[in-house]
């Protein structure tokens, strides 16, 4: 974008940023009224750099969501394995410690 100095059309004032609102300006002299199209343009590209960064955030802020949701559904996953591996090994025992008890009896009961 070029920078040049604002000047009226109709009475070759100068114009003053300060009257310029969104590439509109007035001349405080003749009241002729200037659309500057380029800085309207700039001022477009800028509300829509903006929309894209908004989205660009939003997307991250999902995928931030979406992997901590990740992160929490493998940490149950784990929990949930380690109680079943856990219960399984408990279980094991168990039975190990029943047969052993079984047998014990039985080779008391045929030796007495």
Excluded: W
Excluded at 41 to 52: F, G, H, P
Excluded at 71 to 84: G, H, I, L, N, P
């Amino acid at each position: 974008m070029n920078i040049q100095k604002l000047e009226c059309p109709n009475c070759h004032a100068a114009l003053d940023s300060d009257y310029g609102n969104e590439g509109i300006f007035f001349c405080k002299y003749c009241g002729q009224k200037m659309i500057v199209e380029e800085m309207q343009n700039a001022e477009y590209d800028l509300k829509i750099r903006k929309m894209e960064m908004d989205h660009e955030t939003e997307k991250i802020e999902l995928e931030h969501k979406q992997q901590n949701i990740q992160s929490a559904y493998e940490q149950e996953k784990m929990a949930a394995d380690y109680k079943f591996r856990t219960t399984t090994i408990f279980a094991c025992i168990f039975l190990l410690v029943f047969i052993f008890v079984v047998m014990l009896i039985a080779l008391m009961i045929t030796s007495i």
